[in-house]
């Protein structure tokens, strides 16, 4: 399957700002610009991922007015429910309306310790409340430059996704995001990108066949900006992006959803 079946995927993840009433904002202004006439916005999926606070007023604006926007969590529970302080079960986002949940962001992996093994338990955990896990996967610096990046992203894509049957590989999110590019202004180079990019659907080809490789969108994440999206996009394996910094800025995001009118540099 080429590349153009797949629908490109934007998603903003919001990470640790915005309060749920400046969220009602981001999320109105959003809407208005993927309305204007003037670009075919309908050809790509617009995700927004706030924080876990926001989602209840996030939902209440998308339903109420219908908007186009769909929106996820940035984290889910390993568990369904009980002594778990702190914790949100896929359950409670799933009543929220939420379609995705990114798993195994870096800075989850980083500043929480988080293994390959209880990654895989969260996307699991989203899939079987119905919603899609993005599920990140990606090198730091030191792997980048011991020229190991591919080998140690391909490691973290088989434990994350270990379980999975081909059928359900077809409909998952894949995010590689190289660490030393996120909130760097870094970005990598769109043949840096498409090099991961294309080793991810190549081993979900090996494992799980031509179906689930052609259905599976791969994101790439890490200082995409509206000048630098095209760029990355026009490589055959990248299938839409995971924006940090630049998802919290309506033009910038609107420009990213529209990559396909902007100058490939
Ligand atoms: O989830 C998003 C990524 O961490 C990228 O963040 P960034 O666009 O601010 O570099």
């Known amino acids: 399957m080429a590349k153009a079946t797949r629908t490109p995927l934007m998603a903003g993840n919001w990470k640790m700002n915005l309060n749920h009433q400046e969220a009602v904002v981001l999320v109105q202004k959003l809407a208005w610009t993927l309305s204007d006439k003037r670009h075919d916005y309908g050809k790509v999926e617009v995700v927004v991922v706030p924080p876990f606070t926001d989602l209840r007023s996030v939902q209440t604006l998308v339903d109420g007015d219908r908007l186009s926007v769909k929106y996820g969590a940035q984290d889910v529970s390993t568990q369904d429910s009980g002594a778990f302080t702190g914790e949100i079960s896929a359950g409670m986002l799933a009543k929220l309306g939420c379609s995705y949940v990114v798993v195994g962001h870096s800075e989850r992996r980083e500043l929480h310790a988080e293994t390959d093994e209880v990654v895989n338990a969260k996307a699991h955990?989203?899939?079987?409340?119905d919603m899609v896990p993005i599920v990140c996967v990606g090198e730091g610096l030191s792997?980048?430059?011991?020229?190991?990046?591919v080998a140690h992203t391909l490691a973290q894509l088989d434990?994350?996704?270990?379980g999975f049957t081909a059928e359900q590989v077809v409909g998952l999110v894949v995010a590689y995001e190289p660490v030393w590019a996120i909130g760097t202004g870094e970005v990598a180079t769109p043949e840096d990108a498409q090099e991961v990019c294309a080793a991810i659907r190549a081993r979900v080809r090996e494992v799980h066949g031509d179906a689930a490789a052609d259905g599976l969108r791969i994101l790439y994440g890490g200082s995409v900006k509206a000048n630098n999206v095209a760029g990355i996009m026009a490589k055959d394996d990248v299938d839409g992006a995971l924006v940090g910094g630049a998802s919290l800025?309506?033009?910038?995001?609107?420009g990213v959803c529209r990559f396909y009118d902007m100058p490939v540099i």
């Open 249 to 254: 800025q309506v033009a910038e995001f609107g």
């Open 159 to 162: 434990g994350s996704l270990a």
């Open 125 to 129: 955990k989203a899939h079987a409340a």
């Open 143 to 149: 792997v980048r430059q011991a020229g190991e990046h």
